[in-house]
C-alpha cells in the first residue's frame, strides 16, 4: 500500500499510532509557521494533542505526487486554536517511511 493510502486511512480513523508509524524514528518535521524543526517525538506531541481536539478537522486531502522518493499532498485544515490553512506538504521518503516532512501554509478565513 502506498504512503498516502496509509495516511489517508490514519487520518480518517483519527489514529495517531497509525499515522505516527508512517515516520521514520529520525523523521524531522518543519514548522511552516516558523521554520524550526521538530523530532518525531515532539511532532508525536503535536499530533496526538490535535487529534485528540474536536476542533481538528483534516479537510479533504489530495495526493499530488508519490514515488519511492517523495509523497506531496494537499489538503484544507480546520485547527483547534480556531485557524483554517490549505496546506502543501512534501514529504522524502526513504526504505518506505517518511523522513523529513516541510509544509507550506496559506490561511484562509473561517
Known amino acids: 500500500m502506498a ?13 495517531a499510532d497509525a499515522y505516527l508509524d508512517l515516520y521514520a524514528d529520525d523523521a524531522v518535521f ?8 521538530m523530532d518525531k517525538a515532539q511532532f ?7 487529534v485528540a481536539s474536536d476542533k481538528m478537522k483534516m479537510g479533504a486531502r489530495r495526493c499530488l505526487y508519490e514515488n519511492d522518493d517523495i509523497l506531496v499532498v ?7 486554536d480556531g485557524t483554517r490553512e490549505a496546506v502543501l506538504m512534501a514529504c522524502m521518503l526513504k526504505d518506505g517511511k517518511i523522513s523529513r516532512v ?5 490561511p484562509l478565513a473561517v
Open 3 to 15: 504512503v498516502f493510502e496509509k495516511m489517508h486511512a490514519a487520518v480518517e480513523k483519527n489514529d
Open 30 to 37: 518543519v514548522r511552516h509557521q516558523s521554520g524550526t524543526e
Open 44 to 50: 508525536g506531541e503535536m499530533i496526538r494533542k490535535m
Open 74 to 80: 494537499h489538503s484544507v485544515n480546520d485547527y483547534p
Open 102 to 106: 516541510e509544509t507550506g501554509a496559506t
